[in-house]
């Protein structure tokens, strides 16, 4: 009969249909993990070897996909090669930003991260369970090297984790010195008299401020590279900030930050078309002259310098102005870290290599790809003399100590929608105090979320 | 042998969609909803009750989120239905251009959304876009479409619409070629004219056509992300925020627990209007 022939021929089907659908979930699980599957087994074979022979080892290292650090991460690379020829670094990259913040915490969750990677210092390193992902590397012999104002950055329950894989970087207000030649403007030391210079510099029809808020990130400059000023007012907010017993809103040295980003509003100092303006945009302001002031991280430079060659010299640089003409300072970004990976196979190897990025021969390798934006954190290391006239700017702060880490560096809290909120006060939805109120809610969360102590 | 086997197609053929059905689809669905009740950190959770549900409903821009939601779907639901209706009775008719212009208007439909987000957002730009420049050479100042906290969300729904209204004709289309001609020859024979045929005819019996595209564009429209994500990101601030991006907002800071609990109250506030709005059109549904 018919039906009798058929049902052989089903069940076959349906044993081919699900051992095609097995099949193909195997080749998932494998494929979810290129790189740990080929590096896992490449340490394998290394590893059988190393009993006979001691060499060529290979490990793993990663890094985000921006073209400076691409470039820091290879000179670092081929130095280390030259110094140990039997250790080849692999780099991988990955997106920056929030996105790279995901795939770090995804691949240590899943146990795929690379024997060294290099991410931020301060409140994001603190977002990665450091005793349960990253090596403790405090009594490691190179920790000698690093300048102890960037240990803290890295620390997590009194355990050092990283090292410094560049230069620090400042936030500050970056100026074009030919505007302020031709008005004849003086670089300013208080707030009151920055906002004199804008004032005149509107006059002569041209943007005070250049505001960049399509990149929303850019529109907390101003209050984040204000975080000198409040420490020098408040110097324990940080602490109390922490364990919730300062707000932003109820401290006036902090909402002062919130209130000088809508001044700049209210007075109309800023370009018109902000908020459809972006980062690039706002450098191209800058370097020909149209706006006279951007509030930017020093990170810029390389930028400038690569894309504006030739008005490179017109730009300077000065910090954040407070209110006190004596407590003129500038806030400062500590650099990213490199760290190593706790379940890496390749410890010692891996520590060699952040040996050598944490000497001064490692900061030489560096500044030659990528000129510094600051001071580095490694002992002895200088700054080369070719550097921008405006990292120059930067130096003199560091040479009489008025700097401070801004507030991420040593606190474990950023609240994630500061740079919303900051469009919203620098282009007048919210008012200052609306602003600060509106982040400490967001803080609130954050906390929560971290589940830290007494929130 | 089982009964089961029996049958001329036996149950086992259902088993492979099955399983792909309960591993992608039902699983994940149950398990965010516990991980909703969760503090997680994709590896360790810690149950934390209803705590999540507390602070989504407090987070600042979530009022303007379920607003914002709203004005959108019904914006571009309402736009697609009569902008979608009107297309097909003009690709319909006897006109020479047709097939031509029938593939013109579902072209936007092929491109990709995020390239429609950038090339849009480019073009709105309020000084250097193209559609503010075309506006000042006839001595109209444009607005500033993504930066003015009363217009972005209404631009990005507009955008919406131009990249969904296609999809919208062509189930029109579908739906009014399949109107008997009957109705017409009575129309005929009575001596109506071609607003009688419009009205009384081609709107009423195209109306499974209509239901189909207010439920597609309503639910697409209440979980739209990523248009709005590349043109705006839910700002200037939070003006144009939607809870998908919300939603997103809260994965990027790693609050991966509250994150799932804002995907369930999305699901829900999904179906509590989705079904009603399902069943109220169909009930009012005419047979051909």
């Known amino acids: 009969m018919k039906k009798k022939g058929f049902k052989p021929l089903a069940m076959l089907l349906c044993t081919i249909l699900l051992t095609g659908l097995l099949a193909a979930c195997g080749g998932t699980a494998s494929k979810g993990s290129p790189e740990g599957g080929a590096g896992a087994g490449k340490d394998a074979t290394a590893g059988g070897k190393t009993e006979e022979t001691a060499e060529e080892v290979t490990i793993t290292l990663l890094v985000d996909n921006t073209q400076d650090s ?38 240590l969750a899943t146990g795929d991260m690379t024997d060294v990677f290099f991410y931020n210092s301060g409140s994001l390193m603190q977002a990665l369970t450091p005793e349960k992902n990253l090596l403790d590397l405090t009594n490691e012999p190179f920790q000698a090297n690093v300048i102890d104002s960037f240990k803290p950055t890295v620390s997590y329950n009194g355990k050092v984790y990283g090292v410094p894989t560049s230069s620090t970087t400042a936030g500050g207000w970056f100026y074009n010195k030919k505007v302020y030649a031709d008005l004849g403007l003086k670089v300013p030391k208080t707030w009151s008299e920055l906002i004199a ?77 902000l908020l459809a303006t972006t980062y690039d945009a706002g450098l191209k302001m800058l370097a020909e002259g149209k706006g006279a002031h951007y509030p930017m991280l020093s990170f810029a430079t ?53 040996a050598f990025v944490a000497s001064v021969e490692g900061t030489v390798t560096v500044s030659a790809v990528s000129k510094p934006t600051g001071p580095y954190l490694i002992k002895d290391a200088v700054v080369p003399d070719d550097v921008p006239a405006l990292v120059k700017d930067m130096l003199p702060y560091f040479e009489t100590d008025k700097t401070a880490p ?12 500061l740079e919303q909120i900051t469009v919203e006060v620098g282009s007048g939805i919210k008012s200052a105090k609306e602003g600060a109120a509106a982040y400490d809610k967001d803080v609130e969360k954050q906390a929560k979320q971290l589940g830290l102590e007494g929130w | 042998m089982n009964p089961i086997f029996k049958r001329t197609y036996s149950y086992l053929f259902l088993v492979p969609a099955a399983i792909i059905y309960f591993v992608i689809f039902i699983l994940p669905t149950i398990l965010s909803f516990f991980f909703s009740l969760t503090r997680w950190t994709l590896t360790e959770w810690e149950f934390i009750g209803l705590e999540n549900f507390v602070t989504f409903f407090n987070e600042q821009s979530l009022s303007i989120g379920f ?33 031509y212009l029938r593939s013109v208007i579902f ?46 969300l209404l631009s990005v729904a507009l955008v919406d619409v131009w990249k969904g209204v296609g999809f919208a004709t062509v189930i029109y289309i579908a739906g009014i070629l399949s109107i008997p001609g009957e109705y017409y020859e009575a129309l005929q024979i009575d001596g109506g004219n ?33 248009l709005i994500w590349t043109m705006t990101k839910g700002g200037p601030g939070f003006t144009t925020d939607l809870i998908a991006s919300i939603i997103y907002k809260q994965y990027q800071g790693g609050f991966y627990g509250l994150a799932t609990a804002g995907n369930v109250i999305l699901f829900l506030i999904v179906s509590a209007l989705a079904f009603p709005l399902y069943t109220y059109l169909n009930r009012r549904e005419v047979d051909l």
């Open chain 1, 70 to 107: 691409v470039n820091t991460a290879n000179a670092y690379i081929e130095a280390f090669k030259k110094k140990s020829p039997n250790i080849t670094v692999e780099l991988e990259t990955r997106p920056g930003g929030s996105e790279g913040d995901n795939i770090v915490k995804t691949r």
């Open chain 1, 197 to 273: 210079n804008n004032e005149k510099i509107k006059a002569a029809g041209l943007t005070p401020v250049i505001g960049t808020f399509k990149d929303t990130w850019t529109s907390q400059l101003v209050v984040l590279a204000d975080y000198y000023n409040v420490q020098a007012q408040v110097p324990t907010f940080a602490e109390d900030f922490t364990a919730r017993k300062a707000t932003n809103a109820d401290t006036p040295a902090a909402l002062r930050s919130f209130e000088k980003l809508q001044e700049l509003n209210d007075k109309g100092f800023m370009n018109k078309d």
């Open chain 1, 302 to 354: 390389p930028a400038i310098v690569q894309n504006f060659p030739d008005q490179i010299d017109n730009i300077g640089f000065f910090a954040q102005p407070g209110d006190d003409v004596g407590k003129n300072g500038l806030t400062i970004w500590m650099p990213g870290a490199g760290y190593i990976y706790k379940e890496s196979k390749r410890i010692e190897e891996a520590k060699q290599f952040l």
């Open chain 1, 406 to 417: 801004a507030l991420e560096f040593v606190s474990p809290i950023k609240g994630p929608s």
């Open chain 2, 67 to 99: 607003k914002n939601t709203l004005i959108y779907a019904v914006v571009t639901s309402a736009l697609k239905v009569v902008l979608g209706l009107l297309l097909g009775v003009l690709l319909t008719s006897k006109i020479r251009t047709k097939d």
């Open chain 2, 107 to 152: 072209f936007p439909t092929l491109v990709s959304t995020i390239a429609v987000g950038i090339a849009f957002s480019m073009m709105m730009h309020p000084s250097q876009g193209i559609i503010n420049t075309s506006l000042a050479a006839i001595g109209i100042s444009g607005p500033d479409w993504l930066g003015d906290t009363r217009l972005a």
């Open chain 2, 194 to 226: 071609a607003w009688h045929k419009f009205w009384n005819i081609i709107v009423p019996l195209s109306r499974p056509a209509t239901n189909s595209v207010i439920i597609l564009a309503f639910i697409g429209g209440l979980r739209s992300f990523d």
